[in-house]
T-cell receptor, first 114, second 113 residues
Framework: GAVVSQHPSRVICKSGTSVKIECRSLDFQATTMFWYRQFPKKSLMLMATSNEGSKATYEQGVEKDKFLINHASLTLSTLTVTSAHPEDSSFYIC??????????FGPGTRLTVL | SQKIEQNSEALNIQEGKTATLTCNYTNYSPAYLQWYRQDPGRGPVFLLLIRENEKEKRKERLKVTFDTTLKQSLFHITASQPADSATYLCALRWRGGYQKVTFGTGTKLQVIP
């Protein structure tokens, strides 16, 4: 149980385009989902916290107009990187929690912006 | 500001020995501390959680200690195996930081056969 999926696992796009990443909790309802990014050999940096049906809470320094988060249902959250640039290339990971202390992480999405 | 340090960026250990990883934090007190395993190109996998009022937790070959006076957690893998090779991350949830956790930079463990 407690499986979180992400789609796509890898995406390559041209500079200036937008990319949508999906995060799904497959066997539980996620009251809260988190989005992280991770650069090579670096730790996970929290980007935003999203609760179903409400606006996401962004961490300091994260542009909310650049990284659009929609938590439309208790099993789905999406992250859209708008007008992507090469510096947005990173490993994006989501996690979901049913409400307890434990977070369940997705497998991650590798974004490469050319 | 809150700061988490995992002392060793990399740790090599002989198969069968006990691997010990360190996580130190400064300033604020955490409500609990977690340890995760991350394999290359994958998301973290939860291993253990220890709360501020607990000193030690065990799960099979894994043991975590938590010393709030030293502001330190130790993560032990006994009888280490090559399959234990991965990056191990500690993560802290600060009091009042509703479900939000902050991750350390990780220690890459290599178990040598």
């Amino acid at each position: 149980g407690a499986v979180v999926s992400q789609h796509p696992s890898r995406v390559i796009c041209k500079s200036g385009t937008s990319v949508k990443i999906e995060c799904r909790s497959l066997d539980f309802q996620a009251t809260t989902m988190f989005w992280y990014r991770q650069f090579p050999k670096k730790s996970l940096m929290l980007m935003a916290t999203s609760n179903e049906g409400s606006k996401a809470t962004y961490e300091q320094g994260v542009e909310k107009d650049k990284f659009l988060i929609n938590h439309a249902s208790l099993t789905l959250s999406t992250l859209t990187v708008t007008s992507a640039h090469p510096e947005d290339s990173s490993f994006y990971i989501c996690s979901a929690t049913p409400g307890g202390d434990e977070q369940f992480f997705g497998p991650g999405t590798r974004l490469t912006v050319l | 500001s809150q700061k988490i340090e995992q002392n060793s960026e990399a740790l090599n250990i002989q198969e069968g020995k006990t691997a010990t990883l360190t996580c130190n934090y400064t300033n604020y007190s955490p409500a609990y501390l977690q340890w995760y395993r991350q394999d290359p190109g994958r998301g973290p996998v939860f291993l253990l959680l220890i709360r501020e009022n607990e000193k030690e937790k065990r799960k099979e070959r894994l043991k975590v200690t938590f010393d709030t006076t030293l502001k330190q957690s130790l993560f032990h893998i006994t009888a280490s195996q090559p399959a234990d090779s991965a990056t191990y991350l500690c993560a802290l949830r600060w009091r009042g930081g509703y479900q939000k956790v902050t991750f350390g930079t990780g220690t890459k463990l290599q178990v040598i056969p």
